[in-house]
Structure formats: C-alpha cells, structure tokens
C-alpha cells in the first residue's frame, strides 16, 4: 500500500509555513536516505488525494532525489506550491547539478533534505547551495560545531535554515538561538509542560458545561448554564456558524446547535472552542489544533471504517479519544491531571495511555497513519480485511477537514 502524509514545519513564533510530505509504499521510502523515490506512484498518490488538498494554502516541501528529476511527473508538479528538497544520498550524483541549472531554469525552487552535517558531509553541501534556497538540517544526528560553522556560512549567503526532528523543546529553544528560520519534529507534540491547574474564566465556564452534558443534564439546564455567559454563546454561535461547518441555514440558538450538532458532539467541539478562547487576545496554538483535527477525523473515519454500523456513542468515543490524547498540550497541563478534570471513563483513559481496547488500538494506527507507516498500516488492513481505497479515502478526508478548520481558525480569530 502506498500512504501519503504530512509534517509541519513553522517558524519561531509556531505559525505554519509549510507542510513536509510524507510518501511511503511497500517498498520504496522517500522519507529515507538510502532509497530512491518511485515517482510513478507517488504521482497517482498525488493525484488521488488532490495537490490543493495536500498542501492547502501553504508550500509544500516535496522530497526527491536525482533519478525523481528525470522523471515525466516533473511535469505535474507545481513550481508555485511545491520546493523540491533532495535527498542526501543525492549530493554526490555527477548528474544532479547539471539538472538543477536546467530545472531552475523552468522555475523550480530546490532545497536540501535532513542533512545529517559532521567533517565528512559539510564539504558535500557547499557546491550545491547556489542551486538551493532552503537547507534542512537534521538537528537530531549532526555535530554541533560543524552545524554552528554551516549556520554562519548559510547566513552569509541569504539561505532559509530548517532544522528538522526537534524533538524537545530544549532542542527547539537552542536551534532558535542558533537564528534558524523554521522548524520540524515532535517537539510540537511535547511542548514544556508547566504543570498547573488553572484555566481562565471563560475556559472554566466552557468546562463545567463540558460536565454538565456529560452528566445527562437536560437541553433546558445546557442552554441556561451558556446563557448565563453572553459572551460565550455569542462566540460559540460564531464558532459553529463559521464555513467549517457548512450547515445550511444560520443557527440563531443554543437549542438549535444542540439539535444539530448532538449532545456528545457538542461536548467534544467545545473542549476545541476551549482551547480557541483565550483571555488575552492571542491565537490558539494553530499547528498543534490541526493535529489534534486531523487525529479525530481518523480516529471517526477508521471506526467507520471498521464498523459501518457503529453507533452515535462509538463515534463520540473515538473523537474524545483521539482529541484528548493531544489536547491537554494545549492547555500546556499534565495529562492526567486534565483527565481528570473531565472525569472521563477508564476506558478513555486505558486506550489513551495503556492502548488498551479497541479504541485504544485505533489510537495507535491513528499515529501510524500521521507518520506513514506503511507496514504497520498493512498489518491493521490485513486484521480488519479493509480495502486498500478506503483507507487512503480516510487520509485525504481528514487533510480537507484540517483545510476547512484551518481556513475557519484564520478567519474567526
């Protein structure tokens, strides 16, 4: 099976600039080093998913090595969404500088993959940095003085630095002293945790009514505790009313949200408004909301998948599963400790923490699926005997919902 994915790279301040794409199949791998991407497939994935669906509103960073750049799907490629960024196995190629000048010359952009940087590589990167405007250093497995050298020497020359796999964010604290432009890695998911209890006003009221629906209180006892804060319902209305929602007619009441939107979906959409609401103006921590977008909609679209007929509580249960096993970094608060401020179930729980359960395996395919992991991917087609179409179906879904929320985000707040 081939599977197309997608990583985000930011800039300092954690906007997004782009999105890293993740192609992986059976038996090529374009996020490795050692082999050499099978441009014919990754074309039909391309064209299956939709490059604007890919991308969205962003650049891409498409990764390619010298074989790729001979290839006819250069002609399908977008030269205003897309930087070519060559694998490192490519550098010493003899024939990859004559095709840069040539490509260059048609308006393709180029940069450099995760360049692991020690005395040995450094020298393999200086003839190719007047073809390239991005460099992608691999934070992770490079040797800092030669990295300190090559930084300086980049600046020199107006290159855009990445610095990919931060994985903490002491990593992203010290890359950013090093005056790189953007960054990539899990660090995102592990921001530094302050562990605190304590949420705003409006966050504290979003969360006793989150309790309150979960504790079966009636439609009449919901809508009073949201009246009782205009503010809120006012930002709640505009919320649901915004075009990631699409409901056909404008919805001018908290009954009629309820009605649409379901008691448990309501619940869960407003743990998101939560984390949006924000006392002093700033915007939510916008890559981060779309992972936690992204994950729900697989985690909804597997059990669906799995179990068409599965019911209206299942499908809340994998959306609260798959929200909260990222959500509490928003809040910047340990996790458990968030847990239980909603008083979630022991099955919640158990499936984000333990992978027990069902929900709990689906959590783990869900990651699976964020980083392309083809063979594991396999394995949970043969379990389940799913259809190979279906599963791509749920990933490209989930990339235009993440579009649609990403455009809504920009534009309410």
Known sequence: MSILGRQVVNNSSYEIF??????????????????????????????????????????????????????????TISKEQFTLMILQS???????????????????????????????????????????????????H????????????????????????????????????????????????????????????SQTQILELWNLIQNNATTKEIVLELEKNHALALK?????????????????????????????????????????????????????LLMVINRTEIMVGLLKLIKPDSSMSEKSTAYLVGMLSLIHLLFQIEHREFLHKLRVTEEVEEAMFEANGFFGQLLVMTRYIENADSSHINEFIKKYNLNEEDMQQIVSQAMIKVNQFDKMIQETF
Request: charged share 25%; with cysteine; proline share 3%.
């Open 236 to 288: 709640l209305m505009q919320f649901i009313n915004s075009s990631f929602f699409s409901f056909r007619s404008q919805i001018s009441s908290m009954n009629q949200i309820i009605n649409l939107l379901g008691r448990d979906a309501l619940a869960n959409w407003l743990l998101i408004f939560m984390v949006s609401s924000k006392d002093n103006g700033d915007k939510p921590n916008h890559p981060l």
């Open 142 to 201: 490079s040797d800092e003085p030669y990295v300190d050298k090559l930084i300086e020497y980049l600046k020199s020359k107006d290159k855009k630095i990445i610095a990919s796999k931060i994985e903490t964010h002491d990593m992203y604290e010290l890359y950013k002293q090093k005056g790189v432009d953007y960054f990539q890695g899990y660090y995102l998911k592990r921001p530094n945790i302050i562990k605190t209890t304590s949420f705003n006003a």
């Open 18 to 75: 782009a999105y890293d794409i993740l192609y992986r199949s059976d038996d090529e791998d374009i996020d490795s080093n050692n082999l050499s991407a099978s441009a014919t497939s990754m074309a039909k994935v391309l064209n299956d998913f939709g490059l604007e669906n890919v991308v969205g509103c962003y650049n891409g960073f498409l990764r390619v090595d010298a074989e790729f750049l001979s290839n006819s799907i250069m002609n």
């Open 90 to 140: 490519s550098f010493l190629d003899k024939k990859l500088i004559p095709k840069l000048k040539n490509l260059i010359e048609k308006g393709f952009r180029f940069g450099l993959n995760d360049s692991i940087i020690n005395k040995s590589t450094i020298k393999t990167l200086v003839p190719l940095l007047k073809y390239v405007e991005y460099v992608k250093i691999d934070a992770l």
